[in-house]
């Protein structure tokens, strides 16, 4: 059985787990196998959506995908972080995060997306962008510990940016 794709991504605090196509059926369906080792809470309702548009895809060989985000202790998938694609013609890359409710609050989300934005860098994306809610203060300082800056507004929008291959004190933990 095969529960999960290498390339593996890990640290000291958070691994994260690519997300295949047919994993993310999986995960939708609730037909969990041993090795996939699923919060009962996984996925949270904002994963959905992602979750089925990489189901409905083809398998790539890309990195730049979906991945399950696991504690280290029990390798439980508590939540996702998801690049939107490859880099676009700028080497812009967009990318989301989530996690459960009761994974929130120990640093899980600022791991896995330096963890994550170390290897978009080596993997040839030159820049990183996400926005989050301007009433998610979580999320803004998870972006803002990645190394990210807000560069503008619009609704209940902010959004940030970072260049990649600038080293920040936690992408090599």
């Known amino acids: 059985v095969q529960a999960m ?3 593996m991504l890990a640290n000291s605090h958070v691994l994260l787990t690519p997300i295949t196509p047919d994993i993310a ?8 196998q041993p090795g996939d ?7 949270f ?5 992602p979750l089925a548009a990489l189901a409905a895809s083809e398998l790539s060989e890309t990195p730049f995908t979906m991945y399950a985000i696991r504690r280290p202790d029990d390798r439980a998938a508590v939540g996702g972080f998801g690049f939107f694609g490859p880099p676009d013609a700028s080497g812009a890359v967009e990318f989301g995060y989530g996690l459960i409710p009761a994974a929130r609050g120990y640093g899980l989300a600022s791991a896995a997306v330096m963890l ?4 978009a860098g080596q993997w040839g994306a030159l820049r990183a962008k996400a926005d989050t809610e301007r009433t998610n203060a979580a999320s803004r300082r998870v972006l803002e510990k990645a190394g990210l800056h807000e560069v503008g507004r619009r609704g209940d929008l902010v959004f ?4 990649l291959g600038t080293v920040t004190r936690s992408d090599h933990d």
Request: charged share 40%; hydrophobic share 30%.
């Open 116 to 119: 994550a934005l170390h290897h």
């Open 160 to 163: 940030f940016e970072r260049a």
């Open 45 to 49: 309702v904002d994963e959905l959506d």
């Open 25 to 32: 059926r999986r995960i939708i369906d609730r037909t969990e």
């Open 37 to 43: 080792d699923w919060h009962p809470d996984y996925p």
């Open 5 to 7: 794709m290498e390339p």
